[in-house]
């Protein structure tokens, strides 16, 4: 079921989560479970954000965005990395966060918000490829720091539009350039 029994390398967030989140979490729930939640979750972000409850969508995006980083943290300090993990994982990221700069940056940066899907959709099909060359496709740095761009850019885009601060509007498409960049830095690196 699980891939290796040798510890996988860690992740600095992963430290933080292993002594804070971690044991809080019950050993029956394992980390694709936690990947589950977020794609049920993901519905429930967009809708909220579609119907403008920007309060409740940020409060269940924010909730969604963690489970990411608490379920590779849990697979990898607990050793239950597993092939559907490995594939899947990235699938709910892209979905939430695809689905997140659809609905609402779409509006506001249209050509950017394109290249970010665009790019996201690409690692969904250069991960297949690989798997299907079997070459070893795992989490990289540069993508954990694009997922982290895209939810802060998405997080200061939602400030921007609740608070309606035009500033904002300016440093979130900056978040988003700099996410592009991490995430061909990580395609380029076979990341996920």
């Avoid at 429930?44 to 943290?73: H, R």
């Avoid at 092939?83 to 990221?93: R, T, V």
């Avoid at 689905?99 to 991960?127: P, W």
Wanted: glycine share 4%.
């Amino acid at each position: 079921m699980f891939l290796s029994k040798e510890k996988r390398e860690l992740f600095p967030h992963d430290y933080a989560m292993q002594y804070t989140f971690i044991p809080l979490i019950p050993k029956w729930i394992l980390p694709n479970h936690i990947t589950v939640l977020r794609f049920l979750l993901t519905p429930f972000v967009a809708t909220f954000f579609i119907l403008e409850m920007y309060q409740w969508g940020t409060i269940f995006f924010v909730f969604a965005a963690f489970t990411d980083a608490l379920d590779g943290s849990l697979a990898r300090v607990r050793n239950q990395i597993t092939e559907w993990g490995q594939a899947y994982d990235p699938l709910a990221d892209k979905l939430l966060v695809g689905s997140v700069m659809i609905i609402l940056a779409l509006k506001y940066f249209f050509f950017t918000t394109i290249i970010m899907v665009s790019v996201d959709l690409s690692f969904i099909v250069a991960a297949w490829w690989w798997k299907s060359k079997e070459f070893e496709i795992k989490a990289n740095i540069w993508g954990k720091i694009k997922m982290l761009l895209q939810v802060c850019g998405i997080l200061v885009l939602l400030l921007a539009i609740i608070l309606e601060i035009p500033f904002l509007f300016f440093l979130s498409i900056w978040f988003f350039y700099f996410a592009i960049l991490f995430a061909i830095a990580s395609l380029i690196t076979q990341g996920i």
